[in-house]
Structure formats: C-alpha cells, structure tokens
C-alpha cells in the first residue's frame, strides 16, 4: 500500500518561511515526478511545484521566485521550501507522486496522493 505522508504546515505571518516535508512509502518514485498541489477554501485544487528524479522542476507562476522544492531520492521524500508567504498561499497543501517520468502538472498525471496539510498565512 503506497503512502504519502505530509508534515510541516502551521500558521504563519505573511513574509515568513515554512517548510512542507513528504515521505513516501510502499514503492520507490526513484523514476518518476513528486510535488505539491494546494486548495484554497472554495476553490479547486491547483498545482504548485513538481520535480523530476533528474532535478527538473516546473512552478505555477503565482509561487515562481519565492517556493522551492527539492527531492531527496534515497529518502523517497520531496520538500516544499516556501519564502516571503503571502495570504493569498492559505490553502491544504498535497504531496502527489507518480511513477511516469517528466514534468507533470495535472492533477490526473498523479497517481498519489497525501492526506494535506494546512498552511495558513495571516496579513
């Protein structure tokens, strides 16, 4: 049984920094892509960042220049690095994993997904 398993979110004041940190279990993605979708309440589910094994990463452009995302291969984790945070990043944020290679930013392109975890950002 796969498992993605998110940690890290919080409550934070806007221009702060949180880490998101997920770790996946049941089969390695050593091949594949891993990231981070989030849903604002009210809104529909919308993509964030992805990683491939070889290092390439892709980012909406609502985070482009402030998220980060890393991926430690041996831990079969992905990290969301998230600077300068502003309100409007309020939302659940999903780690989701696929096996299929390449940059992949629908929601459908993903066969797994976490739980979530909340990030809320005050002014």
């Known amino acids: 049984q796969v498992q993605l398993v998110e940690s890290g979110g919080g409550s934070v004041q806007a221009g702060r920094f949180l880490e998101l940190s997920c770790t996946a279990s049941?089969?390695?993605?050593?091949?594949?892509?891993m990231g981070w979708f989030r849903q604002a309440p009210g809104q529909e589910r919308e993509f964030v960042a992805t990683?491939?094994?070889?290092?390439?990463?892709h980012f909406a452009n609502s985070v482009k220049g402030r998220f980060t995302i890393t991926r430690d291969n041996s831990k079969n984790a992905v990290y969301l690095q998230m600077n300068n945070l502003k309100p409007e990043d309020t939302g659940v944020y999903f780690c989701?994993?696929?096996?299929?290679?390449?940059?992949?930013?629908?929601?459908?392109?993903?066969?797994?997904w976490g739980q979530g975890t909340q990030v809320t950002v005050s002014s």
């Open positions: 989701v994993a696929t096996p299929r290679q390449g940059l992949r930013v629908v929601s459908y392109h993903y066969d797994y």
């Open positions: 049941g089969r390695s993605f050593n091949s594949g892509a």
């Open positions: 990683m491939t094994y070889s290092g390439n990463t």
